[in-house]
């Protein structure tokens, strides 16, 4: 197909959009600026800004410590109740709390107290630092019987099944992984995964950060035992918005949380001088929660409810697959690699792209010398150019017009005005 076909093309998909009508919902300030990067965070929700403008002025600035009861004090469940249904999971089995990277250490914990015995962790090469950095902590912590197994990966862009099959054994308390992974996209079969790891005695825990939100996920179908993931991403809940936990009904009051802060008590307004685990899933909160960024995470996760996972993800999908397509045709001997994998079921929503001038091409990208269009996309080492789409604001167009400028960066060299020195942020 030519370049102008698929401009046609593009522009047909847009007119066709089942979720065309969500994009006006976000602010965005401009319409030259192209936004790719919703997997790390995502756009601003339109009534987020009067939220929190309320949330301001009216619970703190007005009703004050009044506002605990009337709207505050409940929200952590609350908002965890409206994240089940787009994780598979039921009410009563998420709850908003701390960050990712707490929450992991938290149920990790956990889970290792519950398999006593057993001394390794799995998981594998592809994930996000974090992840790994706290079961590294964990650990020290449970003594050097305990050992971190990880699966390797191939082509740098997947885990074979069988690879990281080999590497759960009945000695495993628990398989740590991203369901899809934060550098490639590439997506675990969830239920596969978790089926094998029970019927060899581990438990599992997924970090959902680059899914929820993202693609369909059936926690509850696939009897998952326990989830984190980051709100800041597809759920555009704001920078450094509080995390969401999942642990499934029947493994909440066998589960106990390493901070055992008041939040997480039984009753916390008795001051008990001992701690007395809550029931369910409060005993997995820890303090205070930051309620200005816990309070804007509620309309992005109703924007996603409203639309529907099973829409969000077949866009997702279109768009990727529109991406890929043009990729191939129009970047053919521009010295492009994949960075995902290219079959969509095996894949998250964003695709990295690598090349030597991976860092520069992006800088190009986000300060355009010439083009009035700016594209914002983020890299990741040594040499990705990671594209997020986030389907309640990425239009075909923008993907179009994007393999456009990738195009005309090359050509002309504009990389070249680049520095190579990387920024503290990528
Ligand atoms: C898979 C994954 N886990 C965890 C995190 C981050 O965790 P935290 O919010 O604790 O920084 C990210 C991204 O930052 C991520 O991509
Ligand atoms: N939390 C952040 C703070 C600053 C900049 C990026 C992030 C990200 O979320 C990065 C993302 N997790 C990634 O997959 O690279």
Excluded at 89 to 94: L, R
Excluded at 163 to 172: A, D, G, R, V
Aim: charged share 25%.
């Amino acid at each position: 197909m030519t370049t102008d076909q698929n401009f046609t093309l593009a522009e047909q998909l847009d007119r066709d959009d089942p979720l065309h009508k969500f994009r006006s919902r976000f602010y965005i300030e401009s319409e030259n600026t192209i936004y790719l990067d919703g997997n790390s965070l995502g756009r601003l929700p339109l009534r987020t800004k009067e939220l929190l403008s309320e949330v301001i002025e009216k619970e703190w600035g007005t009703e004050l410590i009044e506002s605990w009861n009337r709207h505050w004090y409940q929200k952590t469940t609350q908002l965890g109740d409206k994240i089940a249904p787009m994780i598979g999971a039921s009410n009563g089995e998420v709850i908003i709390s701390d960050s990712t990277s707490i929450n992991l250490y938290k149920l990790s914990h956990a889970a290792l107290n519950l398999q006593k015995g057993k001394t390794t962790i799995v998981s594998d090469a592809l994930n996000f630092p974090t992840d790994l950095y706290i079961l590294q902590g964990l650990l020290k912590e449970f003594g050097p019987e305990y050992k971190l197994n990880l699966a390797q990966t191939n082509d740098g862009i997947s885990i074979e099944t069988e690879e990281l099959k080999s590497k759960i054994t009945e000695n495993t308390a628990l398989v740590v992984l991203s369901l899809v992974a934060f550098k490639s996209a590439f997506m675990y079969q969830l239920e596969e995964i978790t089926e094998y790891a029970h019927k060899m005695g581990a438990l599992v825990l997924w970090d959902l950060s680059h899914a929820a939100g993202a693609v369909e996920i059936e926690l509850n179908k696939s009897n998952a035992d326990l989830a984190v993931g980051c709100t800041y991403k597809y759920m555009n809940g704001g920078p450094g918005s509080p995390a969401f936990l999942y642990v499934r009904k029947d493994l909440q009051d066998k589960l106990s949380s390493p901070i055992q802060g008041w939040f997480g008590d039984a009753l916390p307004f008795e001051f008990d001088l001992n701690y007395r685990p809550a029931q369910g899933i409060r005993r997995f909160l820890a303090g205070t929660p930051p309620v200005l960024n816990l309070m804007a995470i509620e309309p992005g996760i109703e924007m996603i409810n409203e639309a529907g996972m099973a829409t969000i993800h077949q866009k997702s999908i279109r768009l990727s697959e529109f991406f890929h397509s043009m990729v191939a045709s129009q970047l053919k001997n521009y010295g492009f690699e994949a960075g995902s994998p290219t079959e969509p079921e095996k894949r998250g929503s964003h695709i990295s792209l690598k090349h030597v001038e991976a860092y520069r091409i992006c800088q190009a990208l986000i300060q355009p010398k010439t083009s009035t269009i700016k594209i914002i996309p983020d890299f990741r080492e040594p040499d990705n150019i990671r594209f997020g789409f986030t389907p309640l604001y990425t239009t075909y167009k923008e993907v179009w017009q994007t393999v456009h400028r990738l195009r005309e960066i090359i050509e002309n060299k504009e990389y070249e005005q680049f520095s190579t020195q990387r920024s503290d942020v990528t």
